[in-house]
């Protein structure tokens, strides 16, 4: 429960107007809600009402296969990826965010998939890809995709998330959107071979603790894993969402590492050795640790803690005015299943028990909704989840006291919407 002193807020600055840069893509909220939307309807159109019929219900419509591969409505042309072009240096190493808050349900599609990419995507002929294991094993294999699928094939659903995922709110509160603010994590069906039955089929040595996983793009992205995480739900996925795997999305084979940091998940994965200690690569010494207060730095910090945002409303979503309204969302934790989420309107002083929607599956996305009689007047709107460990979604000043604001990865900590009286939203933190 937070005091009664929640009223001190930051608010984060939304300039726009201006070429793009750090701050100009701010105004992106405003122009994803209005008639600045791609496809939105002049404000002068009149909607055509029953029993009236409108001019597509007087003619014949397009064919079958008249878009073989099928696409979204032209209406929604505005859902889209996007990506902060000030983060890196270059589009080849990366992020792009999801938009959240054009989503319904847990299952993100796949042209909506969160991308995070080290040296690009590469264009991979799966006839020629390989998947090598050796190592410390007993019998080294070189697997083709046709192998590899002849395989028992299993099919689970799962959240990746990039452990960066609201690493520009560490000091403050910076970006005045959901997707910008959440959008590097999405849910998927993944079907693939567990990992547990390729390592059985080389033959794994009692020596071995460590697997290092590696991936066919130019940055040769690579990870260490224990042993005890691959032998336990890893999967070596070559479809998701009931199709092949898109190239942003390691086309044609990738790992699939449920509850852990996305950066272990390798995309293009080509190969994977066994060995009796971590490899500390670049990826788990220079970049993916947590840097301390007092400068040291937590290394091999994996796991996904509990986590959740409300989607609607948020600064792309306004209200439209005083009423009856469903506050939506999504948690997840890579300790399991979300036992429940809990919703304040007044920032954290009085809480209430959301309903968690059905299915509710572990490692996965879980959506949350709470029925809100909105009276007009400012509001501080936040959720927590707490999962099937107990562990509860902390604040973000809980978090600082912890680990300071030197860290980029895994903040975990509560959303707080602003909302204003004319139904606007705002990015704010509590002190």
Request: net charge neutral.
């Amino acid at each position: 429960m937070r005091p009664s002193s929640w009223r001190s807020i930051s608010l984060s600055s939304n300039v726009a107007g201006t070429p793009l840069g750090r701050r100009s893509f701010l105004g992106l909220g405003a122009a994803l809600t209005g008639s600045l939307a791609i496809g939105a309807k002049p404000a002068n159109a009149a909607p055509a009402s029953p029993p009236a019929d409108a001019p597509w219900s007087q003619s014949l419509g397009a064919g079958v296969v008249d878009r073989p591969y099928g696409r979204p409505a032209d209406t929604e042309a505005g859902v889209i990826r996007r990506n902060v072009p000030w983060l890196t240096a270059g589009a080849e190493s990366s992020v792009s965010f999801s938009p959240l808050q054009d989503l319904h349900g847990i299952i993100t599609p796949n042209g909506l998939f969160f991308e995070r990419h080290h040296a690009g995507r590469p264009d991979i002929d799966p006839d020629q890809h390989r998947l090598m294991i050796h190592g410390l094993v007993e019998r080294p294999l070189v697997l083709t995709m046709k192998d590899i699928v002849r395989f028992p094939s299993t099919s689970r659903i799962h959240f990746i998330e990039c452990p960066a995922n609201g690493g520009m709110e560490w000091r403050a509160a910076q970006v005045n959107s959901l997707q910008f603010n959440h959008g590097m994590i999405s849910c998927a069906e993944w079907t693939g071979v567990r990992l547990s039955t390729l390592l059985d089929e080389v033959g794994v040595r009692k020596e071995a603790k460590w697997a290092m996983v590696e991936g066919a793009d130019g940055a040769h992205m690579n990870r260490s894993l224990t042993l005890d995480k691959c032998l336990d739900d890893c999967l070596v996925v070559y479809a998701q969402n009931g199709e092949a795997l898109r190239p942003e999305q390691g086309y044609p084979l990738r790992l699939v590492v449920p509850g852990w940091e996305g950066n272990v998940n390798i995309k293009w994965l080509r190969r994977i050795k066994l060995g009796d200690r971590p490899w500390f690569s670049r990826e788990e010494t220079s970049k993916y640790t947590d840097l301390m207060p007092d400068g040291t730095s937590r290394g091999f910090t994996w796991l996904i803690d509990a986590k959740s945002v409300i989607t609607f409303p948020c600064p792309e979503k306004p209200l439209t005015g005083p009423g009856l309204y469903e506050i939506r969302g999504l948690a997840w934790t890579g300790n399991g299943k979300v036992k429940r989420v809990d919703v304040s309107t007044d920032g954290g002083v009085n809480w209430q028990t959301a309903r968690l929607h059905e299915p509710v599956l572990s490692k996965a996305l879980t959506k949350f909704t709470l029925p809100w009689q909105w009276d007009g007047q400012p509001a501080l709107l936040e959720s927590r989840a707490i999962d099937e460990t107990g562990y509860v979604q902390p604040t973000i000043a809980q978090l600082r006291t912890q680990r300071g604001t030197n860290s980029v990865y895994h903040n975990n900590s509560i959303q707080t919407w602003q909302i204003k009286p004319d139904g606007s939203v705002f990015d704010v933190q509590l002190a």
